[in-house]
C-alpha cells in the first residue's frame, strides 16, 4: 500500500483514466475507478479493458484480480480524484465542457479536506478555475483554491496527458509529466501522486500554464501537418512526388518536414487547437487556417479518387483507422473520405480494414461492405490507400500497377509512379 495516498479515484476509465488506474493500481495503489458507462464498469470488474491497448488487459485483469482496482458507477470517498473525461467539441467548435462540469458535480458530495483533484482532460485555459468554482458552489462548508494562496481544503492540479494509442502503457511511465497547481501545496500533492509510477521527468508549474502546454503541443503538430498536408497539395498541382520533395528538403540540417497523409485524426490533434483558436479569436490565424487546410485534406482526396474512378467502378479503400496499426477510427479522416465516395460514387465501394469485425453504424451504406484485403484488392479497379498499416505494405507491387491508385500516405509511390496522386 501506498503511504502518502490509501484510495485514488479515476474519474473516466476510457483511453486514458483506465491506463491511469490500472498502472496506479499496479503500484500498490487502491483504485476505485468511476465510469458512467456501466458496460464499461462490469467488464473491468470482470478483470477486462473494454478497449485494446497492449498490455493494458493484462494489467486490469492483474490488479482486478489482486483487489486493488474496482470501478463502479457513483463516486465514492478517496484521498485524491484524478478526472479524465471527455472534452469535445460543441457543433460550433466551442470547447463542451459539460463533461467536466458533470464529473465535478459528482464528486462534489464525497469531497472532504485535505483531497487532491486532478484534472487531466485536455482543456482550453481556465478549466480547472472554472471546475474549482463549481465543486465551491457544491460544497460551501469547504474552502476550494480560489487566489492561489494555499488556505484551501482542497488540493487542485491540472496534468495533462501525452500518452501515444498503442505504446500508452509504456509512455504512462516514461513520459515527462507537466503539473501545474492552482497553488504551490497542490503543485506539489499532484507531483507526488504522479511519482509513484512516472519515470520522467514532473515538471512543476502553475494550472494556466500546464492547460496551455496541452494545448500548444497538438497545435504544434496540427500547423506542422497542414504544412506537408499544403505541400503534398501543391505538389500534386506541379506534378511532383511530395514525398521525394520532403526527403530531399529534410537533408538540410535545419529542416524536418513531417510526411503528408488524407487529413489529421484522432480525437487530439483535430480538435484541440480549436480551443485555443476559440479563446485567442483574432490573434490565432495561423492555428485557425491550419486546422482548415488540414480539415480540406479529405475532400481533395475524395475529388482525386473520383478524378480517376469511372462509373460503376470498383473502388478499394484501404483503411479506415485514423492511424496506423490501430482498430481506433475516432475523428479518422479516412472514414470521412469513405463516407463522401459512398454518396457521390456510383459503384461499389469496398471497405478493408485489417483492426475492426465490423463497420461502425456510421458507415452501413447501402453501396459500401467490409472485406478481406486479398479479396477488395484483387476484385478493385481503383485502390485507395488511406491509412499505411502493416499489411498493406505486403500488397504485391505489380497488383498496385495493374490498377489505378492512389496513395495517401507515400506508402506505395516507388510502385505506382504513372498513376502518382501526390497527397
Ligand atoms: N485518448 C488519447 O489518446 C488522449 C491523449 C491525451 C489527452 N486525452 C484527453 O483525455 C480526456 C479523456 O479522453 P479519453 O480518450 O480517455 O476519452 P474516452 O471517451 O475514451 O473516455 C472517457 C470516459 O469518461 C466517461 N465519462 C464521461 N462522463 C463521465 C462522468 N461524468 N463521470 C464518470 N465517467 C464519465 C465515459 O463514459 C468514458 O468511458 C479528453 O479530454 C482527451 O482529450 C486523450
Known sequence: MNQSYGTVSVIGLGYIGLPTAAVLASRGVEVVGVDVNATAV?????????????????????TVQEGRLRAVLQPEPADAFIIAVPTPLTADRAPDLSYVDAAGVSIAPVLKAGDLIILESTSPVGTLERLAATLAAARPDLAFPADGSDASD????????????????TELV?????????????????????GIFVRGKIVPTDARTAEMVK?????????????ANELS???DGLDIDAWEVIDLANHHPRVNILQPGPGVGGHCIAVDPWFIVHAAGETAPLMRTARE??????????????????PGDRIACLGLAYKADTDDLRESPAIEIVEALCRKHDGEVMLVEPNIAQLPPRLSLPNAKLIAMEEAVNNADVLALLVDHREFKAIEPEVIRS??????????????????AND
Open 215 to 227: 494545448l500548444t503541443e497538438n497545435a504544434y503538430r496540427d500547423v506542422n501537418i497542414a504544412f
Open 233 to 235: 497539395m501543391v505538389c
Open 154 to 169: 482542497i488540493l487542485m492540479a491540472y496534468c495533462p496527458e501525452r500518452i501515444i494509442p498503442g505504446r500508452m502503457m
Open 42 to 62: 462490469s467488464e473491468i470488474n470482470e478483470g477486462r479493458a473494454h478497449f485494446f491497448e497492449p498490455e493494458l488487459d493484462a494489467m486490469v485483469r492483474g
Open 174 to 194: 516514461e513520459n515527462d509529466r507537466i503539473v501545474g497547481g492552482l497553488t504551490k501545496a497542490a503543485t506539489t500533492a499532484a507531483s507526488a501522486l504522479y
Open 403 to 420: 490498377k489505378k491508385s492512389i496513395d495517401t500516405r507515400g506508402l506505395w509511390r516507388a510502385y505506382s509512379r504513372q498513376n502518382r
Open 293 to 310: 487546410v488540414n480539415d480540406r485534406k479529405p475532400d481533395f482526396v475524395v475529388d482525386k479518387i473520383m478524378a480517376l474512378a469511372s
